[in-house]
């Protein structure tokens, strides 16, 4: 064991270093490299065999490893790039930024921001109390972070991401895609799978999914357009506006406004539900449905052609189209619009 600041030069085989109170630098070693170090830097450039670092008060540096590393610090920073295999890292109390990593990464960290980029295998991220920003992770993708915002773009497996009291923005998904989230906004665009939002007191917008639509939200409205399969919305005090929907509408609503248009199919069940607010849908040349719209205090208009069977100033029941698929329209306090496309 060494004291003081210390570099290593070339070196075949394996080797292990301990330090303390002094940095430790080692250039191109050949083998297999263990380094232990406390209050002070590590900085580390070409390693050929496995890495493992432990360190703490200090910031870790790692260039160019060929197979696994293994990095624990604290109340330090983190920079790791050009790995040859799996990554697995461990912080708090500092930032840490990851790129180049060929096998999977597992992160944790708190109290520090969050950067990681070109992952081959899946990334397991575990943050809190700072930002969290990836990109260019080739395989699945699970992030669970608190108080701190999430963002990035291309994932090319799954996406699973939790959070908390701050903004999540996630693109162009290459499989489905699950976030959770409370006291913070929730934007999900390009998700080429079914994607299922849980949020609350936040604002939830989706656009561009290439498979099925769930929502479940209190108090924040939910915005979404062209939706490949169907979509159901639960939310409350807030607005529903929905556009360019394949499949089947289910919504439920208190105290808000639903609005939908540019339904894609002539024949698919929509059920709109809400209270003290309206519901406006505006329904394509082609479509055929059975139509039952009630609401209390309010009225039913339409300028579609309906054949009616059932009319009252609150209540429509009648066809669209020689009728098909169920279209049920229920609010409280709050007028029912149907019109064309």
């Known amino acids: 064991m060494v004291r003081g600041r210390s570099h290593f030069g070339t070196a075949e085989g394996t080797q292990r270093i301990e330090n303390s109170f002094g940095s430790i630098t080692i250039e191109n070693s050949g083998g297999d490299t263990t380094v232990q170090n406390a209050n002070g830097s590590v900085n580390i450039e070409k390693v050929d065999g496995n890495l493992a670092v432990t360190d703490r008060f200090a910031s870790v540096s790692v260039r160019r490893a060929a197979k696994a590393v293994t990095i624990q610090n604290s109340n330090g920073s983190v920079e790791l790039s050009d790995v040859g295999g799996g990554a697995r890292v461990s912080n708090s109390f500092g930032s840490v930024h990851i790129r180049d990593v060929d096998g999977n990464l597992d992160l944790t960290n708190q109290n520090g921001s969050v950067e990681f980029s070109e992952i081959k295998g899946a990334a397991n991220v575990k943050n809190s109390y700072a930002t969290t920003r990836f990109a260019n992770i080739r395989n699945d993708l699970t992030i669970d972070s608190t108080n701190g915002r999430i963002e990035g773009s291309v994932v090319g497996g799954s996406a699973k991401i939790r959070g908390s009291f701050a903004p999540i923005e996630i693109r162009n998904v290459s499989g489905p895609a ?146 098909g698929c169920k279209m049920d329209l229920v609010t409280s306090n709050g007028n029912i619009m149907i019109t064309r496309e």
């Open 178 to 323: 699950s976030i959770t989230n409370s006291n913070g906004t929730v934007i999900a665009a390009d998700i080429r799978g079914n994607l299922s939002i849980d949020t609350r007191f936040g604002l939830v917008k989706a656009e561009r999914v290439r498979g099925s639509l769930d929502v479940d939200n209190a108090n924040g409205g939910v915005t979404a357009s062209e939706i490949a399969g169907s979509a159901r919305v639960r939310t409350s005090f807030a607005s529903v506006f929905l556009k360019g929907i394949d499949g089947g509408v289910d919504v439920e609503n208190q105290n808000g406004t639903v609005s939908v248009s540019g339904l894609k199919g002539s024949c698919n069940t929509v059920s709109l539900r809400t209270t003290y607010a309206p519901i406006k849908i505006a329904v394509p040349a082609s479509a055929r449905y059975d139509v039952d719209a009630r609401t209390s205090y309010g009225s039913v208009n339409t300028d579609v052609p309906i054949t009616i069977s059932r009319k009252s100033e609150s209540t429509l029941s009648g066809t669209i189209g020689g009728g």
